[in-house]
């Protein structure tokens, strides 16, 4: 089975607890206007408009498909900086044991892997094929997901994913759709089912004024499943504008007593284990 | 410096410094080793390389007092009863460091300082702890200028030892050099990753592997060693040494400059390096028959005859340093070298196997504790050296891009250096935020083999040059021509700028 690879990094500090493995799975179900990685969000079309931005000519249109040559790359970004369509060339469909294979040269480096987006729940079941010949080797198995596709309904992919770390990106839906796009009743029930599952590692929140309803997300969480507050870390991200193309690309960073003051609020809710990154 | 007038009117030195250089002038008036010529044709080609310790040998190079015993039975030549409360052994301690010699003139190892601590911190809260630990800290960094002092915690964890990381990423001192001795199944999670958070605000401690380290002396013959069960501590730059005694001299081999009078590569292996590794034991033995037979040191040192150190516990130290370049040139390909071509990793490995295969043959003289044998370290380098990569690192700048594949090649390495070896990281300062993810890194490279890392972070005041500590701010102000309190950081300055350091590759996410 096959899956669109963006990319993978052999080490991250910032994916999940201890040193990951991180796979980045290519197309997106939403697409949030403050997006970091926009490039992430559709799969390539092969109009073939990054072949003729590439300064060092390694990418070439062969029968409508954009082929990426790895060697010849100076990894400057143009292409992906000058798409149109909110993809890469770089995307490579890799087989699950290819991919296993790229993870298996990290170890004994690495406590387990992490698969990221774009949104990886789109391809369930290369992920619960993934996650099995992880599992076996005794590495941990985590999902980064927007929460937009319902989780119970891939009851062996769950039995074979120890941990999900859940964006809650906006709690009222007309926001939520202003923002992404998409509807975000999936979203809240991931919630719970994560948490009564004991699977929720992290939730996390990309912070604007004026834009994200922040006050009412922490005030949902907290209402929506009291009994697991202590479960798991909930992580305020200051919205920076960095990588972010369209209406946000301007848009200031939210103030450190501003981010201060959302974390009281979550932690006056009981939510313990708060952090502002 | 070249003449002692040079010393006498330096603007660049303190009073103390300038003590030092004089002393090192005076033991260089003599004229006492018996040097064939050839030794001296390697010598001036520096191929053979004594580190400058002096014509006439009167201290061993590092000395490694068995600290615990001291404390147990008081030191009658110092006048000074065994401490009976926390006050009393940070006294203690601090007199008794003042007259441990080395090469420096200063001591190179404080010892277990977390084990000697400990029992005294019965009854005596957290906060008054710190506050009387933390005064001792600063007069060690104050008093000791000398990056080379070395102090180690664990492979347990204690209050103690949870008490001096607290307060080292708070003071940022460069002395003493700390090492946690780490043990995955003794040391918790929690210590060790206080630990590297720890050395990623003031790049200390370093971590080494306390599984393999412990090994090292505890198969020796000496009937000296039983009672301890061959106890071992690091000093200086990562120097892996029996405690209650240490390395009588360290004295290296540079390769690259014995290199350059290869025609071939077999030449090299199978004339050259054999000829000049035997010309250097006869060397190094030379150095340890003056110091054990004539300059009295073991006779008259209060040390010895008190029993903190013994002369069957010392050893010669086999340096080694430039495998990287001397690899490059014998493959004579810039597209094959070292860390980076299989070829050249396994002619890097015949070259190493030649050198352990001479100290495993050869005898050293007075070392019963190793058997007597030289035992190999990877040297770290010294302030004029140019184009040469501590011992058998991968050069700054020529790092492989994954921290993995550099890891893998060091474990390959270090295996041959029973007395030390070491890799230093740039890691991104991201990895503050979690210390687990860096523990994971170290527990995968000492599953390997690696038997010695040290973190710093990219934007840490604090660097580790090439196994000692220096600020960057101090270095400013060396560049600037004003005499700054610690040796080290002349010693670091110019290695800092000719082995390039701050291109040292930054690990991080990717």
Redesign the interface.
Known sequence: MKAPVNKIISLSVVDGPGNRTVVFLQGCNISCAYCHNPETQRLCTGCGICATKCPVQALTLEDDKTVWDRQKCVQCDACIQNCPHFSSPKVRDMEVEEVFTEIMKNVPFIRGITVSGGECTLYPEFLTELFCMVNKEGLSCFIDTNGCIELERYAELMRNCDKVMLDVKAWEPEVFRDLTGGENSPVKKNLIYLAEQQKLEEVRMVCMENVVDVETIIQGIAATIPGYLADFTLKLIAFRNFGVVGKFAETRSPSKEQMEQWKELSVQNGIMHTRIV | MSTVYDVVTSKGLTYEQKLVALAHAAEDSLNVLCIPEKTKHYMETGAICDLNEGHAPYRPRYIMPDYELAVKQGCEFLRLDPPKDLDELLQFLMILYRHVPSITSFPVFLGNLDKLIEPFLDGVSDAEAAKKIKLFLIYLDRTITDGFCHANLGPEESRAGWIILGLEKELQNAVPNLTLKYDSDITPDAYAELALYTSLYCANPAICNHKMHQETYKQSSCSFVQGRGGDYGISSCYNILPIGGGAYTLTRVVLPHLAKEANSKEHFLQELLPDCLSHMGDYMNERIRFLVEQSNFFETSFLAKEGFISREKFLPMFGVAGLAECTNMLMDDEKKTYGHHAGADDLAEAIMQVIADYAAHSQALYSEIFDNHFALHAQVGIDSDHGITSGVRIPVGAEPD???DH?KHSARFHKFFPTGCADVFAF?P??R??P??????V???F??GDKYISFYASDSDLVRITGYLVKRSDLERYYNGEAVLQNTVYLGGDNYRNARLENRKV????
């Open positions: 994954s921290m993995y890891l991104d991201t990895g935020n979690n687990a993810a860096v523990l994971d890194i527990k995968g490279a599953a390997q690990r991080t996410t990717g």
